[in-house]
């Protein structure tokens, strides 16, 4: 495809990563050209400099023969009037990034009116990720498939768990569930493993099969599996806004603590059943006398990534929290990895993430059979979730028969609704949603899986 991204920031720079390497012809437009000319050293793509809310900058990208513009700068209103623009010049399909709340208030209406295919605010998909993440505290990361039937859940194998040191063969035979292990990470490495596998301490493994497949699955664990029923929030801004409000409607008690009086009495207009704390969330006295021991959940959300950092790990040390540490910056995220702080959140990867699935949806249009993608263990597996054609050669074959090229696993077979793990013995039929988990990125056909 066509298409044009205005914003060289670090989700625009994700974005030309990922799309670029997928085989889409990007364009970039910034009105800064020493960034802009970092990623057309490193990708293989056009750049144009200036205002992309210009016609004239936007014409001069071509937009009349664009498939897709996505507006990610940062500032609200230029991305909304590059992508009206893009449309009455170029008539094609447009995302914008919009994170002002009177503006989240208004999505349905603006998204409408401007003819805007997505709207994104990273805020607001920041909190939603986390929010799900606290329904299951001893996961890392939660993706659905199928409109919620499949989902996959990261987690890390403890020195005492049942897991370590046993075949998935093993694993399967004892604990009788209806899931698969379909990867594990192991310290630089990851994995797509077999029956004979064996699970270490400190994997993380990803385990898929339906919610409540799942939920039995670490219930047999002896893994914490309840919501978290208290969560101190250390930072008032936009993210612990929309965070709370999706707790409190699960009657899950909060608590925030912001260092600016004229926030913490906003934040109390705006959630009057929070606790709103004014201090200084990095003061270990106020947190030990606000009961961090005792907090089930403990949110790292200052606008310093270094601050959340610290104290996701003192929380660490002092409770048996579930940790959310929010990072602002994705260039040290191999280090931050290895410091087991739980779950870490980066809003720009999220964003980057939903807009290139709607890319891969628009790609489906276009001849892709992709329906869904989730992207791995820091983007090296990609989760994909294919719908079958009639006239693929893997319809109406056992999977025993099918000849499947090293590091691709079918992980999910959904026929009419009934959602299965597959065995050797599992036929794929004509509309069946096949989710397929592999270590090689940028696939669009089901087919491909074949040798």
Not at 36 to 41: D, F, P, T
Not at 110 to 133: D, H, Q, Y
Not at 184 to 190: G, L, N, Q, T
Not at 338 to 349: N, T
């Amino acid at each position: 495809m066509q298409i044009i991204i205005v914003g060289c920031g670090n989700v625009g720079t994700t974005l030309t990563e990922q799309l670029s390497s997928e085989g889409h012809n990007i364009t970039v437009i910034d009105v800064e050209n020493e960034r802009m000319q970092r990623l057309v050293n490193h990708y293989d793509v056009m750049s144009v400099i200036g205002n992309g809310a210009s016609f004239a900058v936007q014409k001069e990208a071509r937009v009349e023969h664009t498939h897709l513009l996505i507006a990610v700068t940062g500032s609200d209103e230029v991305n909304l009037l590059c992508c009206l623009i893009a449309r009455k010049a170029g008539g094609c399909h447009t995302i914008a990034r919009v994170r002002n709340p009177i503006y989240n208030m208004e999505i349905g209406y603006i998204k409408e009116e401007l003819g805007l295919s997505m709207v994104i605010n990273p805020e607001f998909t920041a909190a939603a990720e986390m929010a799900r993440l606290l329904k299951f505290p001893s996961a890392i990361t939660i993706d659905t498939f199928t409109k919620g039937r499949v989902e996959v859940v990261k987690y890390r194998v403890e020195e005492d768990s049942p897991l370590c040191d046993q075949t998935l063969q093993q694993i399967t035979a004892k604990m009788k569930s209806d899931t698969l292990i379909c990867t594990v990470e192991r310290d630089e490495d990851v994995y797509i493993p077999r029956g004979n596998f064996i699970i270490r301490a400190k994997d993380e493994i990803s385990v898929i099969g339906t919610p409540q497949k799942t939920l039995s699955f670490f219930k047999k664990l002896g893994t914490a599996v309840a919501r978290a029923k208290n969560v101190m929030i250390i930072g008032g801004g936009e993210i612990a806004f929309y965070l709370a409000k999706h707790l409190l409607a699960m009657g899950i008690q909060i608590k925030i603590i912001e260092i600016d009086k004229e926030r913490c009495e906003e934040l109390s207009e705006l959630l009057p059943k929070a606790t709103i704390i004014q201090g200084d969330g990095t003061d270990r006295d106020l947190l030990m006398q606000e009961g961090l021991p005792q907090t089930e959940a403990f949110v790292a959300l200052t606008n310093v990534d270094e601050e959340n950092i610290m104290l996701s790990l003192f929380a660490k040390s002092m409770s048996r929290a579930k940790l959310i540490t929010h990072v602002h910056r994705i260039s040290y995220d191999e280090i931050i990895d290895s410091l087991d702080i739980g779950s870490v959140i980066y809003p720009k990867y999220l964003t980057a993430e939903h807009i290139i699935k709607y890319v891969r949806a628009m790609d489906n249009s276009l001849g892709s059979d992709i329906e869904t993608l989730y992207r791995l263990n820091d983007n090296r597996v990609e989760a994909l979730e294919f719908r079958v054609k009639a006239d693929s050669p893997i319809v109406g074959k056992a999977l025993q028969d099918l000849q499947i090229k090293p590091n691709f696993l079918i992980c999910s077979i959904n026929h009419k609704g009934s959602v299965s793990i597959p065995s050797g013995q599992s036929i794929i039929e004509a509309d069946d949603m096949v989710i397929v988990v592999t270590t090689v990125t940028g696939l669009n056909d089901i087919n491909d899986i074949l040798k």
